[in-house]
């Protein structure tokens, strides 16, 4: 059983640079951020496009696999099951604010400081303090009435 019966490689097109050459920073910065079932190899552009070759870890579904022995049911192939290779998680979080990101169509490493709060604060310990010394008003209180 061969290595294509758990994972293939590939060749991803990850879009054509219309507007230059950042174009596709964007859009390839997050497809590169997707290893859940995939492995990104090298980034390569050609006649106008950004590619990227790639692992699909997605086993055949025609695959079966049982008391060490695997088969194909498609095709009647069969033989031991084969130890998969580990899959590394690629380092695209380098600790701190420090990310792989792509740029300029290749991978670099970038700080990207976590931006400021923009939305306003709404309790304060002192607020905190302040709410926890009034005394609540009586049930009722405070309650539209209904006609």
């Known amino acids: 059983m061969g290595s294509q019966c758990r994972a293939l490689r590939v060749t991803l097109r990850v879009g054509s640079f219309e507007e230059g050459i950042t174009s596709l920073d964007h859009e390839a910065t997050w497809l590169l951020g997707h290893t859940g079932h995939i492995t990104f190899h090298e980034l390569w552009d050609g006649e106008g496009d950004l590619y990227v070759e790639a692992t699909l870890h997605v086993p055949c579904r025609y695959l079966e696999e049982s008391n060490g022995r695997a088969g194909c049911r498609a095709h009647g192939f069969a033989g031991p099951v084969r130890r998969p290779q ?25 700080n990207l400081p976590f931006p400021p709060r923009s939305l306003p604060v709404l309790e304060t310990p002192q607020r905190r303090l302040m709410r926890m ?11 539209p009435t209904i006609r």
């Open 133 to 143: 010394q009034t005394p609540a008003p009586p049930h009722g209180a405070g309650r």
């Open 86 to 110: 580990p899959v590394e998680e690629p380092a695209l979080r380098l600790g701190g604010d420090r990310f792989v990101v792509v740029d300029r169509a290749r991978n670099a490493v970038r």
